[in-house]
């Protein structure tokens, strides 16, 4: 994971390439999480069909790259809504981690894939 100054290194980026090819005017709130959900899909189809291995994936230099593709497909129009909406990454996430700590609780979580609801 980045330190938040990479992060912003890179949400700088990404904003100057959409600047210079002016495609701000398609960034709306909607194309951006459609955009998301999209790549999301598209990184589930790299294993589509299959159920590789942590170590199967890593050994495969092809299929590494093309999840490491999708997964930065993903992230940058991840960063592109949180730029559009004025969002920080950062404290979302901080956030999110909180509630989550709260909504599962190690003494009743751990070692379950049970949703909150049902523990």
Not at 53 to 68: N, R, W
Not at 73 to 86: E, P, T
Not at 94 to 109: A, F, M, Q, T, W
Request: hydrophobic share 35%.
């Amino acid at each position: 994971m980045q330190s938040s100054d990479g992060l912003n290194s890179t949400l700088s980026k990404v904003n100057k390439f959409v600047e210079e090819r002016d495609w701000n005017q398609f960034h709306t709130v909607k194309n951006l999480a459609a955009s998301i959900s999209i790549e999301a899909a598209e990184l589930n189809e790299t294993i589509q069909w299959t159920n590789p291995s942590v170590e199967e994936i890593i050994a495969d230099q092809d299929l590494m790259q093309s999840i490491g593709n999708e997964v930065a497909d993903v992230a940058i129009y991840c960063l592109r809504l949180c730029s559009v909406l004025d969002l920080n990454l950062i404290e979302l996430i901080d956030r999110k981690i909180e509630l989550n700590e709260k909504k599962y609780p190690v003494e009743k979580s751990r070692g379950s894939s049970k949703k909150y609801t049902q523990l």
